[in-house]
T-cell receptor, first 113, second 114 residues
Framework: KAGVTQTPRYLIKTRGQQVTLSCSPI?????VSWYQQTPGQGLQFLFE???????NKGNFPGRFSGRQFSNSRSEMNVSTLELGDSALYLC????????????FGSGTRLTVV | AQSVSQHNHHVILSEAASLELGCNYS??????LFWYVQYPGQHLQLLLK??????LVKGIKGFEAEFIKSKFSFNLRKPSVQWSDTAEYFC????????????FGAGTRLAVHP
């Protein structure tokens, strides 16, 4: 079966712009989580959506937001981009029964210049 | 705050050497534990996970990990590494009641020399 699909793979944006990243989970997975990966901070949790509801949120400013659609696809948006937002953004999906674990996508590499 | 510590940031081994990567977490409640691997240029892949039962967990590619509750540890082991094991390894913890939030360690970069 298809894995977790994240688009686009690469993005270059200018400071002050906004960006939208997309994540399509594995078919049947209703939970989608987002993570930011940077060399300095490692992997940090952004937020998680389940059945279109945000269930958990990490310690990121309000410029970071997300949503989930009825088909479980999720988007995350970052407004007023800063240089420090340059990172690999990863999406993970899971079944409602999390004992099966989490499957990660290949990520979107965002560069802010 | 809850945290996950991976003690070794960089490990260099020769092929056939044994591997043990340390992972400790700070949380007194029930946890689910994971080890993920990230090969160069690839996405995170699940090596193994612990939810309950036998604290010695066997994963893919010959890896295993032991959950020691009293030590808050979940160390990863492999008796004989191969060059293809060169990758970055991440320990992660999911807290009870934490829905699907994973707390990751900083990662350990493993380089295996032929």
């Amino acid at each position: 079966k298809a894995g977790v699909t994240q688009t686009p793979r690469y993005l270059i944006k200018t400071r002050g712009q906004q960006v939208t990243l997309s994540c399509s989970p594995i078919s049947g997975h209703r939970s989608v989580s987002w993570y930011q990966q940077t060399p300095g901070q490692g992997l940090q949790f952004l937020f998680e959506y389940f059945s279109e509801t945000q269930r958990n949120k990490g310690n990121f400013p309000g410029r970071f937001s997300g949503r989930q659609f009825s088909n479980s696809r999720s988007e995350m948006n970052v407004s007023t981009l800063e240089l420090g937002d340059s990172a690999l953004y990863l999406c993970a999906s899971s079944l409602a029964d999390t004992s099966y674990g989490y499957t990660f996508g290949s990520g979107t590499r965002l560069t802010v210049v | 705050a809850q945290s996950v510590s991976q003690h070794n940031h960089h490990v260099i081994l020769s092929e056939a050497a044994s591997l043990e990567l340390g992972c400790n977490y700070s949380y007194g409640g029930t946890v689910n534990l994971f080890w993920y691997v990230q090969y160069p240029g690839q996405h995170l892949q699940l090596l193994l996970k612990y939810f309950s039962g036998d604290p010695l967990v066997k994963g893919i590619k010959g890896f295993e990990a032991e959950f020691i509750k009293s030590k808050f540890s979940f160390n990863l082991r492999k008796p004989s590494v191969q060059w293809s094991d060169t990758a970055e390894y991440f320990c992660a913890v999911r807290l009870s009641g934490g829905y699907n939030k994973l707390i990751f360690g900083a990662g350990t970069r493993l380089a295996v020399h032929p």
